[in-house]
């Protein structure tokens, strides 16, 4: 059985994310610094998912962790 995410939020985190800039999105839902990784993750089977901005503007990750199109919220909340 495959370990299920925590639920950190219960709706999209929006960001500003800068161009270039890689970041790297909190898969297992225990990272308190959300929507990005903090290591919390340290001894589960989740890894954090890079995510490098295309452009500079405000972005919504994903907060339920439940998304198909992940790291961005695709309304799965």
């Given amino acids: 059985m495959s370990e299920k995410p925590v639920r950190a939020t219960d709706g999209p985190l929006g ?10 999105w909190c898969t297992c839902g225990k990272s ?23 452009e500079s503007k405000k972005v ?3 907060g339920c962790k439940e998304t198909n199109n992940a790291p961005l919220c695709d309304g799965s909340h």
């Avoid at 960001?15 to 790297?24: A, L, M, Q, R, S």
């Avoid at 290591?39 to 890894?47: L, P, Q, V």
């Fill in 15 to 24: 960001v500003e994310v800068e161009e270039g800039k890689t970041y790297f």
């Fill in 32 to 54: 308190a610094t959300q929507p990005f990784c903090d290591g919390a993750h340290k001894g589960s089977n989740f890894t954090p998912l890079k995510y490098t901005a295309t």
């Fill in 60 to 62: 919504f990750f994903c």
